[in-house]
T-cell receptor, first 110, second 112 residues
Framework: GQNIDQPTEMTATEGAIVQINCTYQ??????LFWYQQHAGEAPTFLSY????GLEEKGRFSSFLSRSKGYSYLLLKELQMKDSASYLC???????????FGAGTRLTVKP | SQTIHQWPATLVQPVGSPLSLECTVE??????LYWYRQAAGRGLQLLFY??????ISSEVPQNLSASRPQDRQFILSSKKLLLSDSGFYLC???????????FGSGTRLTVV
C-alpha cells in the first residue's frame, strides 16, 4: 500500500518563501509529483522528481530523498495567486498509476 | 498536445438514481486513462484505470463501474447513487512526451 502525508494547511506572506513537505511510504516507486489545484478547478502539473536532489523551475523547486521517503516543494517570491492547494503524488510501478496525498492548502497574505 | 473533455461540469442527482459521466481525450492515441474522485476537503482517490479498449481495473470496491468502449472514451457509471458518491470526479491521462498527468475540468456531483 501507499501512505502519503503532507500538512493540511499553511500560511505565508506575499514575497516570502514557503516549503511544503511530503513524506511517503510505497511498495513501488516510479517518481514523485507536485500539482497545484485552485479551488473548484482541476489539478495542474508543477514538478517531477525521480532521482534524489533538487529540480528547479522558475519560482518553484522540488526536492526528493528516496532513502528517506521525503520530498518538499519550495515556492519563492510568493504571489497572491499562489494561494491554492498543493498535492504531492507518488507514481507506482503498475501502469503508471498515481496516488495523491490529501493536499496542503496554502494561503498567501499581503 | 492532448485535451481531456468532461461533461457535465455540475450535476445534482437524487439518491438511487443512475449516473453516467463521460470523458473523451483528443490529441493522443491509446492512452492510459484514469478516473479519480475528490471528496470535499480531501485528496484524490483513484477509482478506475484503463490501459486500452475494454480493459478496466478497479481500485476501490463500490457501486461505481467504468467502461472504455473506444480508445479515447472513458465512462464512469452507477446504477444507484449513494449520498457518499458526492464529490469532484476527474478524468486524467499521462502528458504525452512529458511527465505527470493532464486532467479534465471535472464534474462536481452532488447526490441529494
Amino acid at each position: 500500500g501507499q501512505n502519503i502525508d503532507q500538512p493540511t494547511e499553511m500560511t505565508a506572506t506575499e514575497g516570502a518563501i514557503v516549503q511544503i513537505n511530503c513524506t511517503y511510504q510505497t511498495s513501488g516507486f516510479n517518481g514523485l509529483f507536485w500539482y497545484q489545484q485552485h479551488a473548484g478547478e482541476a489539478p495542474t502539473f508543477l514538478s517531477y522528481n525521480v532521482l534524489d536532489g533538487l529540480e528547479e523551475k522558475g519560482r518553484f523547486s522540488s526536492f526528493l530523498s528516496r532513502s528517506k521517503g521525503y520530498s518538499y516543494l519550495l515556492l519563492k517570491e510568493l504571489q497572491m495567486k499562489d494561494s491554492a492547494s498543493y498535492l504531492c503524488a507518488v507514481r507506482g510501478l503498475r501502469n503508471n498509476d498515481m496516488r495523491f496525498g490529501a493536499g496542503t492548502r496554502l494561503t498567501v497574505k499581503p | 498536445s492532448q485535451t481531456i473533455h468532461q461533461w457535465p461540469a455540475t450535476l445534482v442527482q437524487p439518491v438511487g438514481s443512475p449516473l453516467s459521466l463521460e470523458c473523451t481525450v483528443e490529441g493522443t492515441s491509446n492512452p492510459n486513462l484514469y478516473w479519480y474522485r475528490q471528496a470535499a476537503g480531501r485528496g484524490l482517490q483513484l477509482l478506475f484505470y484503463s490501459v486500452g479498449i475494454g480493459q478496466i481495473s478497479s481500485e476501490v470496491p463500490q457501486n461505481l463501474s467504468a467502461s472504455r468502449p473506444q480508445d479515447r472514451q472513458f465512462i464512469l457509471s452507477s446504477k444507484k447513487l449513494l449520498l457518499s458518491d458526492s464529490g469532484f470526479y476527474l478524468c486524467a491521462c499521462p502528458i504525452q512526451g512529458a511527465y505527470g498527468y493532464t486532467f479534465g475540468s471535472g464534474t462536481r456531483l452532488t447526490v441529494v
